[in-house]
C-alpha cells in the first residue's frame, strides 16, 4: 500500500472543538491532540471562529476536514445535536472554508467520520462488507460503511422500534436515567440491534460511545445474530475520520 500521508481533522462538539495531524498510514494523531472549549452560545460564526484558532495553533497550513453533530448534506448542516440550532440551514462547508483563507474543507457527520476510522484503522479493521457503527451516548449515532464506502447522515437512532425511538428505548442516557442494570439495558439494546440487523444485514457492529468502556459486562448480554465488537479509537476517532474524509474528497 503507497503511502497516504497526513491530513489534518477536527471533531466539533457541544462541549469541546478537537483537532490534530493524522496519519493517516497508521490512523494515529501525528501531534498531540488540541482542545479548545466549544464557545457558548455555539453559532456558526463563533464555532468558525474557534476553528480558524484551532489551525492556527496547530500550525497547519493545509486542507481540514471537519465533523459536526449535525446532518450535512453537500456541506449544509440540516439538523443541529447539542450546538446551537442556528446551524441548520448553514453552508458550513463554506463557512469554515471562508474562516480558514478559502482553503480546502470537508464537512460530515461525527458519527459518519467515526464509522470511516473505525472501519479502516479500528475495530472493524479486519472485517469485510458492511460495517454498522452505532455510538451509545445522550442519543444513538449511527454510521454504515460498505467495503470502506460511507452511506452518509443514516440517523439510526430515530428510527422508530416497539413504538419507539431507537435513541428513547436504548441509548446510554436512558441506562443512567432509568437506573438500569446491565442485563436490563442490554435487553433494550438487543430489541434495537435485531431490528437494525434485520434491515441492514451488516457483517459486524461497532458500539461506541462511553459506555463502551464498559463493553464487557454487556456486549456479552445482547442477543442478536451479528457480532458486536466495542470500538477501539474512541476520543480519537472524530479527528482521524475527518482526516480521512478530506484526504479522501469525501464530500456528503
Known amino acids: 500500500m503507497s503511502a497516504r500521508g497526513h491530513a489534518f481533522g477536527i471533531d466539533i462538539g457541544g462541549s469541546g472543538v478537537k483537532g490534530a495531524s493524522v496519519n493517516l498510514d497508521t490512523g494515529e494523531l501525528a501531534q498531540e491532540r488540541i482542545k479548545i472549549a466549544t464557545p457558548q452560545p455555539s453559532t456558526p460564526q463563533a464555532v468558525a471562529a474557534t ?28 439538523t443541529a445535536a447539542n450546538i446551537d440550532r442556528g446551524w441548520i440551514g448553514t453552508d458550513a462547508r463554506a463557512l469554515f472554508a471562508d474562516a480558514l483563507g478559502g482553503r480546502q474543507v470537508t464537512v460530515l457527520n461525527d458519527a459518519d467520520a467515526a464509522g470511516l476510522a473505525e472501519d479502516r484503522y479500528g475495530a472493524a479493521r479486519e472485517y469485510s462488507g458492511s460495517v454498522l457503527l452505532l455510538t451509545f451516548g445522550t442519543g444513538i449515532g449511527s454510521a454504515l460503511i460498505y467495503h470502506g464506502a460511507l452511506v452518509p447522515n443514516t440517523e439510526l437512532g430515530h428510527m422508530e422500534v416497539g413504538g419507539m425511538e431507537t435513541e428513547h428505548r436504548a441509548a446510554a442516557s436512558v441506562k443512567e436515567r432509568r437506573e438500569l442494570s446491565f442485563e436490563q439495558w442490554a435487553a433494550e439494546v438487543s430489541t434495537v440491534l435485531i431490528a437494525l440487523e434485520n434491515l441492514f444485514w451488516p457483517n459486524v457492529i461497532v458500539a461506541g460511545g462511553g459506555i463502551s468502556r464498559d463493553s464487557d459486562q454487556w456486549i456479552p448480554l445482547l442477543t442478536n445474530r451479528t457480532p458486536v465488537i466495542p470500538a477501539h479509537l474512541r476520543n480519537t476517532a472524530g479527528i482521524v475520520g475527518a482526516a480521512m474524509a478530506v484526504h479522501d474528497g469525501i464530500t456528503p
Open 51 to 78: 476553528v480558524a484558532e484551532l489551525v492556527a495553533k496547530a500550525d497547519w497550513d493545509g486542507p481540514v476536514g471537519i465533523t459536526l453533530p449535525a446532518v450535512v448534506l453537500d456541506g449544509v448542516a440540516r
